[in-house]
């Protein structure tokens, strides 16, 4: 079985496939909002940055594309088979067409990045404002007054406050940069989705080839090949 060629690569194919499934389940489950605060495994603005786009989309598609990945299974140990095949060819569509929308959603959400951000920091708890302050070095987002910056150990007073400066410009051009990573690599996973599903029709042929030169084989009284 693993001399065929086009198994190795559409099985390789397939293992990345999964790991963009892993990849969406992960960062969906580890940064969905929380209640009064955000809370995550890197710094305060990552986390924000994060908490923001559709996850609730990325753990859909990340179950999606595991279930898409069992509906190859039998198409890969039945050697013959093309119908589970054909299955998951249409579902791998499916799931490149939800990392699009995903991918599409973070795109136009970057071009309004300074007012998405002034008002998701304004709806945010003081302890969380506090640690952007921090991260960024600033005070409040358009101003030092809007909102009223908390005070930490960053913004002591309302003079340092107005010589730090507002948090619009840091923390927007840090959110700019990083959320053009972040679609950019859900732009991959579209690649990589449609690598998956021409490895699958190619599958699919190759079977269809092979099954037709069986009954011509069986036609001329050879067997089997």
């Known amino acids: 079985m693993f001399k065929n060629k086009t198994l190795l690569i559409f099985l390789g194919l397939e293992a ?6 892993a990849v969406l389940l992960i960062v969906g489950i580890l940064f ?25 989309g990325a753990i859909a598609n990340a ?3 595991f279930v898409t990945a069992l509906v190859a299974l039998p198409g890969i140990l039945l050697g013959k088979d093309r119908k589970f ?9 499916v799931c490149g067409i939800l990392s699009l929308v995903v991918g599409l959603i973070i795109w136009f959400g ?43 150990n960053v913004c002591t007073s309302n003079l340092i406050a107005a010589r730090l400066g507002p948090c619009q410009n840091a923390f927007s051009g840090y959110a700019n940069q990083f959320m053009d990573i ?27 080839q092979n ?10 009284g050879h067997g089997g090949i």
């Open 110 to 152: 970057t071009l309004q990045t300074r007012t998405t951000l002034g008002t998701i920091y304004a709806q945010q708890s003081p302890d969380m404002q506090m640690q952007i302050q921090e991260e960024f070095k600033c005070c409040g987002y358009s101003d030092f007054n809007t909102p009223p910056f908390v005070k930490d």
């Open 63 to 65: 179950i999606l594309i």
């Open 85 to 93: 095949l054909r299955v998951h060819s249409w579902l791998v569509i």
């Open 32 to 56: 969905q909002p929380k209640t009064g605060s955000q809370t995550g495994p890197l710094d305060p603005g990552t986390n924000l940055l994060l908490s923001t786009i559709p996850l609730t």
């Open 182 to 208: 972040v679609f950019t690599a859900v732009f991959g996973f579209v690649v990589v989705d449609a690598f998956v599903f021409l490895s699958t029709i190619t599958m699919i042929k190759k079977r269809e």
């Open 211 to 220: 099954e037709r030169y069986l009954l011509i084989d069986q036609k001329h």
């Open 16 to 21: 990345q496939f999964i790991g963009t499934g």
